[in-house]
């Protein structure tokens, strides 16, 4: 129908023309016309007809191809090979120290300091079933913290932000940097310090002091229990107030608070064990801390790879620092944020 409209329309207008200037040619056979007529029709509607409404179509009709944004952004340095270098150099310099040097049986530091004395009459178990007690418990609590940063750091990007490989694999780089820092600055300590653990002398006396009687007598500082979990515990709060790993300040700050007090009641039942002094448990937690929070911000988080625009919109609106509390008769860690 197109096509006949077009050759009709074509016929017209060569009648009129013909007509207005007077000149009437000789029709040629009626053959010939119907074969250049129809020519001429199908050429031009299928110049500015069919086709050119098929291309309209097309181009109207086109999907529209997004990719939907995650909602995590990493708006920091990127690990690079420098980091996976000094991970694996970290690394094998805590396993040197773990299985190439010799536990030494002589104690260079031996009995309590600083406020040690008034907090293991407080806090040490009166029996060896508590103090056995308190070990196993310290042990479970050592390694939750890290557990739970490690588990977040991976599924909360991965399952809930459409699989946002990019922070789960940044985060996965900084939790192995800080853990094998942790391990060799704890065991290079111990190795070091050779400070005797608060139990050898009782166990000198009553060998069912403990289970744990003369295991490392001469590890007790730094401790490591607590170095694993305030390792765990800054990585987690860092984590979680730097990046907004749930989304909301509030709970990400109650996440970082839970995982503190966690670390801190690991250390407290250590002293209740009678494995380590309060001034151990602290300085374990510093090397955690450092391990898990100042090198983080120093080498991660301190320069932004995107624009200030988008990095201001990005990350946590709450600020915070974690800082430590040393008194007369006290010892611990201190958080302190606002909005």
Not at 211 to 240: I, N, R, W, Y
Not at 251 to 273: I, K
Request: aromatic share 4%; glycine share 8%.
């Amino acid at each position: 129908m197109r096509s006949h409209h077009c050759a009709l329309k074509i016929k017209q207008q060569a009648a009129s023309s013909l007509s207005a200037s007077g000149l009437v040619p000789t029709p040629p056979p009626i053959g010939v016309r119907l074969r250049r007529t129809a020519l001429v029709a199908l050429s031009m509607c299928a110049t500015v007809g069919p086709a050119g409404t098929a291309r309209a179509e097309t181009n109207q009709h086109a999907p529209e191809t997004t990719t939907p944004a995650h909602r995590l952004r990493w708006q920091w340095r990127r690990a690079g090979i420098v980091d996976y270098a000094a991970t694996a150099a970290l690394g094998v310099g805590a396993l040197a120290i773990a299985f190439g040097t010799d536990q030494s049986e002589d104690p260079a530091w031996t009995g309590p300091a600083l406020f040690d004395r008034g907090a293991h009459d407080a806090l040490v178990g009166r029996s060896p079933t508590s103090r056995n007690r308190a070990d196993t418990a310290s042990n479970y609590l050592a390694v939750a913290p890290s557990v739970v940063t490690v588990g977040t750091s991976l599924l909360i990007p991965l399952l809930g932000d459409r699989s946002n490989t990019e922070v789960a694999w940044q985060l996965t780089v900084i939790n192995l940097q800080s853990s094998a820092l942790n391990q060799l600055l704890t065991l290079g300590g111990k190795r070091i310090i050779r400070r005797e653990r608060p139990d050898v002398a009782d166990c000198r006396e009553d060998p069912n002091h403990s289970d744990k009687c003369f295991v490392t007598p001469t590890e007790s500082m730094p401790s490591g229990h607590s170095s694993t979990a305030f390792v765990g515990a800054g990585l987690g709060c860092t984590q979680h107030l730097m990046l907004g790993l749930i989304g909301e300040p509030v709970l990400d700050a109650s996440v970082c608070a839970l995982l503190l007090a966690t670390a801190s009641t690991s250390g407290v039942l250590r002293v209740a064990a009678d494995r380590h002094y309060l001034t151990d448990v602290v300085a374990g937690a510093m090397v955690g801390l450092t391990a898990g929070v100042a090198m983080p911000l120093s080498l991660h988080y301190r320069s932004r790879s995107g624009s200030s625009e988008e990095a201001s919109t990005s990350h946590s609106s709450l600020r915070w620092t974690v800082t430590p509390l040393v008194g007369a008769n006290r010892a611990g860690i201190g958080l302190y944020g606002w909005f």
